[in-house]
């Protein structure tokens, strides 16, 4: 992993200036405001600081990829989540894991655990900490370096498994953290490490770019009762209200009245065109008389992944769009889906289109494990997350330094 700062008069000029020295594939690990100091601050600009991070090892894999590697064992430490790992007292070359029932007070336990790696994230994990590369055999390991070093991945993996990671995924973060450091490394090493491990994983958002000269084409794609009319209306009023923008509506959910309804609400409100759209055919003509406007958000029917004809329309109608038109598609999920389901509906959107992941519902939840689970499964760039029904406050970039966080056990 190869981590640069640069700094610009903006946000935007120090990223450019990361994406010419370090290419695209960089992904932004923290911005920092830099105050003037001095007497004659006030006279004075502030400036940005980027910390990006580039790893060849972890360029974006084929979709669905990740999902079939099979996982590494370990030499020294075995993370399967059905052992119960106690931290050894005797040297750790005599060390033998056994299978214990789990304590009555382990939930008990683990939740100081999670607070514990709370604290030690705010106090230790910056994304400037320098990592440690160089390998160190078992057998040198320092006894009480090796233990804490262990203490602390045990800790890492049970906040994880408790934030329901997937296991698959917790092992190969873990066996990407062990690769990379020495067996002495202290524990704010090991957090640093783990953390830009996962906010690699996670990759850089991609939300909706206008382009210049025409409209943007935006479809929003998924099960039903996620919550897309809303979204749409969020997006929407964050374009429109916040950026100046001209948005138009299209739906073509006419499978249900209130769908249309409810969006036709929302475009009264925002004073906003909104077209109904009966068949695949009529989607080009839709577009053209809004053709003058900066973003066209399409709302489309939600239906089970199990239903096959609902499936084959949906593609029809995006396969129909003119490549002409710059499209997007953003596939809407529940942050409150069960981990197997989340797949089923990866697996089958992704037989209907390429598609950006977009989240709702976080507020409906107290775990995030399966965002992770979802970007790491099927390879989708994140997007957008939801966290109420306000229109247009609840909603936001994805922010993936604060889900790391969360996930490591903090706030």
Known sequence: MTINKFQGKTEAEAVEKAKKEMGDAIVVMNVKEIKPKGLFSVFKSSTFEVTVAL???EQPANRYAAAQTPRRGHE???????EKIEIPREPAEAYQRKREPEPKNENHGLE?????LQNLIQQNLAPETPEEKIPVRTEERPKNAQSEMFRCMKLIYEALLENDV???????IMDDVERSLRSTAGMDIVLSNVYQKMILKFGQPGKIELVSGQPKVVFFIGPTGVGKTTTIAKIASRYKVDMGKKVAFLTVDTYRIAAAEQLKTYANILDAPL???YSPEEINGAIEQ???YDLIL???AGFSHKNEEQRKLIKELLDHVDPAYEKEIFLVLSATTKYKDLTQIADIYHKIADYKLLFTKLDETTTYGNLLNIRMYSGAEMSYV?????VPDDIEVFNTQKIVKQLLGGR
């Open 55 to 57: 790893e060849e090892k």
């Open 290 to 292: 809004v053709k003058d």
């Open 166 to 172: 997937n296991e698959r995924y917790v092992n190969r």
């Open 112 to 116: 100081q655990k999670i607070e514990n």
């Open 386 to 390: 939801t966290t109420g029904q306000n």
């Open 298 to 300: 399409v709302d489309t």
């Open 275 to 277: 077209t109904i759209v």
């Open 76 to 82: 020294s430490i075995n993370y399967a989540a059905d």
